[in-house]
């Protein structure tokens, strides 16, 4: 098959995906050296990854302006080499403090790049379910190598270095793009951007019963992805008793078959509906989480694991029901602008996580995020059901 420019484009944007993904995540594995380097809970680390999310989350709707006003190559290539500057500064930060602040800065400019390039392949491919679980896959690929990579070094040579291994990756990347990827058209080059922030339009996208009603399943998914993705190597080192760097082995599986699955759930939602794909990833990770909190034996883990991965590939059907909901001209705003909602609130995972694993446990823990996914399925049950169309 012939390499078309449009293949270049899905394979940037992905690249550019797993950048922004391994900033973010190259934290997770190292959780109690940094509980250790600075003297402080599980909670109080949690918050600090929630303050990342949360700034994730507030980077979607100004994105989508941003790509309006400016293209978005520009925006695509502020994430990645801010992203990458980013995790360098957590890196060398010397008091809880700086690190806190630099964790924020790395989830503000990652937070540029996912609605941005979303809606610029809904622009170049028809069938975007797949082209958005091609896209996702890049965070695959960042969970397969960030986990081992980073256990590996920390192991060796301590966290910090492995967090700022980082930008040996980020820097070449966004110059990889800048060089292939052709500058792209403004969509609204003249409109000033304080008439983009008004609430009378942002109110009245919102209220629009589909899309409210796939924010509240973004909203509980995007939890569960979050406190999933900060402290299942904490889990599985504290709950069941692995080694760091086997438990780190255990979180690239997690990502390795998240990856895999979200092209599937990408092409069968294009076939057979969004819901129902939807609905298959949420039954399977409640399934995963009640193994991993109550089985035994490393046969639990490798099967709770899997299905929780495939679970979490839930993006792929997701995000194509957000924008048939929206107009051509409304997708880089309006997609940026539910993602920045859904995340704010979805940001809570990590620091609601570790609150309930230090005060009940991780049973509790990883109990609340199955309970989560299975509200998902009801709510879509229901839905189709009692045919309400939303």
Known sequence: ?????????????????????????????????????FSVSNAVVGLSLSGMWLAYGLAQYPSGVLADRYGERLVILVAVGGSALAALAVSIAPVFGLFFLSTILLGAVAGLHYSVATTLLARTYDNV?????????????????TPVVVAWIAVRF?????????????????????????????????????ERFQLGPISELLSRPPIAFTLVIAIVGEFAWQGTASFLPTFLIEHRGLSTTLAGVFFSVYFVVQGVAQIGVGAVSDRIGRDRALAGCMLAGVV??????????????IIGVTLVGIAMSFG???????????????????????????????????????????LFG???????????????????????????GY
């Open 362 to 388: 991780w049973t509790v823990a990883f109990g609340f995020l199955a309970a989560s996914l299975a509200a998902i399925v009801l709510a879509l049950a229901i839905n189709s059901a009692f045919k309400l």
């Open 316 to 358: 792929s059907a997701l995000m194509p029901r957000f924008l048939r909901e929206l107009s051509a001209e409304e997708q880089n705003a309006g997609f940026g602008l539910v993602r920045t909602v859904y995340m704010i609130v979805a940001s809570l995972g990590s620091v609601v996580v570790g609150l309930l694993a230090d």
């Open 288 to 301: 995963g989480f009640g193994l991993l909190v109550t089985a035994a034996g490393l046969p639990s883990i």
């Open 158 to 194: 301590g966290w910090r270095l492995a967090v700022a291994v980082i930008a040996l990756v980020g820097i070449p990347s966004a110059v990889l793009f800048a060089w292939k990827v052709r500058p792209t058209e403004p969509r609204r080059p003249e409109t000033p951007l304080r």
């Open 129 to 145: 379910g797949t082209a958005v679980g091609v896209h996702n896959s890049g965070a695959t690929v960042a969970g397969l190598l």
């Open 1 to 37: 098959m012939r390499w078309r420019y449009r293949d270049t484009v899905l394979a940037l944007c992905t690249l550019a995906f797993f950048v922004t993904m391994v900033g973010r995540l190259a934290i997770s594995p190292v959780l109690p050296e940094i509980v250790e380097t």
